[in-house]
Nanobody, 115 residues
Framework: LQLVESGGGLVQPGGSLRLSCATSGSTLEEYATGWHRQAPGKEREAVACISSSGRSTNYADSVKGRFAISRDNAENTVYRQMNSLTPEDTAVYYC?????????WGQGTQVTVSS
């Protein structure tokens, strides 16, 4: 399974970004998806996750109500919408595919929130 992340960049506080994680080499619906981030000088942390069907999601308290994860299994793509961004959201964001014994990570995409 290959993961290709896109959508990061520089955004002003209060702005929005949409990250994508496109997969190839296997069927996306076989995998639950995790969304993680790592800020400078900090450990990687979980932001959200979505079940393989897309019917169940969970969010870290720090992003609840601002971030949303969704998936289109037909398009083999997971989407991550980020709204009301703050400088504290600055980090490298990663998608992660988990299924059975498999655990795949994307290359990460940089999100910088700054005025």
């Amino acid at each position: 399974l290959q993961l290709v992340e896109s959508g990061g960049g520089l955004v002003q506080p209060g702005g929005s970004l949409r990250l994508s994680c496109a997969t190839s080499g296997s069927t996306l619906e076989e995998y639950a998806t995790g969304w993680h981030r790592q800020a400078p000088g900090k450990e990687r942390e979980a932001v959200a996750c979505i079940s393989s069907s897309g019917r169940s999601t969970n969010y870290a308290d720090s992003v609840k109500g601002r971030f949303a994860i969704s998936r289109d299994n037909a398009e083999n793509t997971v989407y991550r919408q980020m709204n009301s961004l703050t400088p504290e959201d600055t980090a490298v964001y990663y998608c992660r595919m988990m299924g059975g014994w498999s655990d795949y990570w994307g290359q990460g995409t940089q999100v910088t929130v700054s005025s």
